[in-house]
């Protein structure tokens, strides 16, 4: 399997066998500290290409995954499908994390749990035993497998039974509308758009949006443009070939678009 651990936010100094495991599809470090190692500086966006999980260990931080902010700190667990889009937003000195890659494996959606310290232990457990398997000779990946999908499976169960802040549908509602915003902003920036992907009126769309996250609807729609444009400018796309993607009706348009929300350029931000 070709390495993906640079995507997987592993420093090159941590790439040997006793701090790194790879086999059969997986990637695991057994937990090295990110704050002066992320190959994405913080405020850059990327696309994980694999599913992905991080355990937080030490420390503290913030990420946004698909626009949605996520706050961790010690204990806490992230896991992403392949495709999201996650941007670093803030990490403490003493951030330390594990993290392990699957590309066979799949979830339909980001995660995050804040397990209590008996589900810490358990799934602690259980990912010392992925760790273990991998580093056998050879791999013992049906055990690896099997102990992942265990524990992919715990996580879910603690997603679900979270307390949930506002009523289902409203929290229905926003969910689908950030991912109508994440599948469509290249396509259409319009509040009208997005209320007749959900099936329903513009006005409640915008007021559901508010209720569930404090923010306006355009406010997200904005913030998806803007990380698009941003991922797209990392790759060494110039401010044209961006406003084209992007369907902007002109360059010097996406140009006053990007620094009224962002307070530089593309040129700028790209130079950063």
Do not use: C
């Amino acid at each position: 399997m070709k390495s993906t651990l640079p995507q997987l936010l592993v420093p090159e100094s941590a790439k040997d066998s006793a701090s790194v495991a790879i086999a059969g599809g997986y990637a695991m470090n057994n937990g090295t500290r990110l704050s002066a190692s992320l190959p994405y500086p913080q405020g850059q966006p990327y696309r994980v290409p694999d599913l992905r999980v991080m355990i937080v260990m030490e420390g503290e931080g913030s990420l946004l995954v698909n626009l949605v902010r996520s706050d961790l700190r010690g204990g806490d667990i992230v896991v992403v499908p392949a495709g999201t889009i996650v941007e670093p937003t803030s990490i403490s000195a003493d951030f330390k994390a594990r993290l392990i890659s699957s590309q066979t494996d799949k979830v339909e959606k980001p995660l995050l749990v804040h397990p209590e310290a008996k589900d810490r232990e358990e799934l602690g457990l259980m990912t010392n035993i992925i760790w273990r398997a991998l580093h056998t000779e050879p791999p013992a990946l049906d055990t690896a497998r099997f102990q992942f999908l265990t524990f992919l499976s715990k996580v879910k169960y603690l997603a679900g039974k979270a307390p949930r802040r506002k009523s289902l549908r409203s929290e229905e509602i926003f969910q689908l509308f950030i991912e109508a915003v994440n599948t469509f902003t290249t396509q259409n920036r319009r509040i009208p758009f997005f209320a007749e992907k959900l099936g329903i009126s513009p006005h409640h769309l915008s007021a559901v949006v508010k209720e569930a996250s404090g923010e306006s609807a355009m406010g997200w729609i904005h913030k998806a443009a803007i990380q698009r444009a941003k991922l797209l400018l990392s790759q060494g796309m110039t401010a044209l070939q961006v406003s084209e993607a992007l369907e902007f009706s002109s360059a010097p348009y996406f140009n006053r678009y990007f620094k009224r929300l962002t307070g530089m350029t593309p040129g700028e931000y790209q130079k950063r």
